[in-house]
């Protein structure tokens, strides 16, 4: 079974940079992709950013695009998501999810989940 563990939320200020990681155990990822989802309070779960596992390939929500990198360490069996620049609107809980297949933005796509890190930009 996939299973998907966050760490690395926080506070930070306005403008100050993150990481957040997710480490990946149970499957053989060649065939994943991976994503990154955001959900702020009162508002639906979003996309941010996806990760090919075995082509690297990314795909980025234009919300966060020039400022987060995805990126994944297949030695680790780890993603993470470098973010530059926060806004104070980027606060949210952060999500990693797993899907077999190419990358997406769908939430409905995406069959693992982690527990989610809560990152909180103040102003």
């Known amino acids: 079974q996939v299973q998907l563990v966050e760490s690395g939320g926080g506070l930070v200020q306005a403008g100050g940079s993150l990481r957040v990681s997710c480490a990946a155990s149970?499957?053989?990822?060649?065939?994943?992709?991976m994503g990154w989802f955001r959900q702020a309070p009162g508002k639906e779960r979003e996309f941010a950013a996806a990760?090919?596992?075995?082509?690297?390939?990314?795909y980025y929500a234009r919300s966060v695009k020039g400022r987060f990198t995805i990126s994944r360490d297949n030695a680790k069996n780890t993603m993470y998501l470098q973010m530059n620049s926060l806004k104070p609107e980027d606060t949210a809980v952060y999500y990693c999810?797993?899907?077999?297949?190419?990358?997406?933005?769908?939430?409905?796509?995406?069959?693992?989940w982690g527990q989610g890190t809560q990152v909180t930009v103040s102003s």
């Open positions: 149970g499957g053989t990822f060649s065939n994943y992709a």
């Open positions: 999810a797993a899907r077999l297949g190419v990358n997406s933005d769908d939430r409905e796509r995406y069959q693992y």
């Open positions: 990760i090919r596992w075995s082509s690297g390939s990314t």
